[in-house]
């Protein structure tokens, strides 16, 4: 009897609830309909919303990517779990990534360096050209590989120059064996500079040459000086050639 009485108040229940109309279809009460239908329209707004936001990150991340020169600008984390997804060996795979882009900004490097005649033609350069007057004293002209080598490892100086036929000049220790004018000694004495840091010893001679360099050394190093003072000798020597005249 308990049994029959829960059947009949389930009964009850669904008869409240729903009924079917006169074709046969379940009639659902409007409140119901009310609710599904909110809930229709949020879940749409949301997916509209989302699609939006996904639209605006990428091309946020396509204007950062080409506000950066190309390059990826994701986290080195999504990469690498792209690397990983894709099944590649990211041990093996980021040494060539790292490689191809190094290759990459060289290629853009060498066709910023050179005119467009030159590169049309497809000249390229083998040797320095001299374009200026300065000369090491005679004393370090006649140095040999040798002593030179002893005195780049004795301040830890460490070179690489891709013309063995040209080495760069020995190392110079005293700014007035550098030949620079009284004036500038006397200006670099009235800031308490008496010797050339070793990324000066041997940039400076190469850079009053007239020949490219590239310097690399620690914060608080010198290298500022590297190019100062021969951009003041290069033009203390054009006003020399053909002084400036007012008129």
């Known amino acids: ?14 008869h409240s609830t729903t009924t079917t109309t006169s074709h046969g279809k379940e009639y659902v009460p409007l409140k119901k309909r009310r609710i599904e239908l909110t809930n229709q329209i949020k879940q749409t707004q949301k997916s509209i919303r989302s699609a939006k936001e996904e639209q605006e990150r990428l091309r946020r991340e396509q204007r950062m990517k080409e506000a950066m020169g190309g390059r990826d600008t994701r986290l080195l984390i999504d990469q690498h779990q792209e690397l990983v997804s894709k099944g590649l060996d990211t041990r093996q ?6 490689e191809e882009q190094i290759k990459k900004n060289l290629e853009k490097t060498a066709r910023v360096m050179i005119s467009h005649e030159e590169s049309a033609k497809g000249i390229r350069y ?15 002209r006649t140095k040999s590989k040798a002593w030179c080598d002893l ?14 036929s040209q080495p760069p000049p020995a190392p110079i220790s005293k700014f007035k064996h550098m030949r620079f004018p009284p ?34 050394a620690y ?12 951009m003041i000798m290069f033009a203390l020597e054009e006003e020399l050639k053909m002084p400036l005249v007012f008129g």
């Open 151 to 164: 005195v780049r490892q004795k301040y830890s100086i460490q070179i690489q120059s891709e013309l063995s």
């Open 93 to 98: 795979d980021d040494d060539r990534v790292e």
């Open 219 to 230: 914060t608080g190093s010198g290298k500022t000086m590297v190019f100062a003072l021969p």
């Open 1 to 14: 009897e308990f049994q029959q009485q829960q059947q009949q108040q389930q009964q009850q229940q669904q």
């Open 183 to 216: 004036a500038i000694l006397k200006a670099l004495a009235a800031k308490n500079i008496k010797y050339p840091t070793p990324i000066q010893m041997q940039a400076l001679p190469t850079v009053l040459c007239g020949r490219d360099c590239i310097g690399i």
């Open 126 to 140: 083998r040797s320095h050209t001299d374009t200026h007057t300065w000369r090491p004293l005679s004393a370090y």
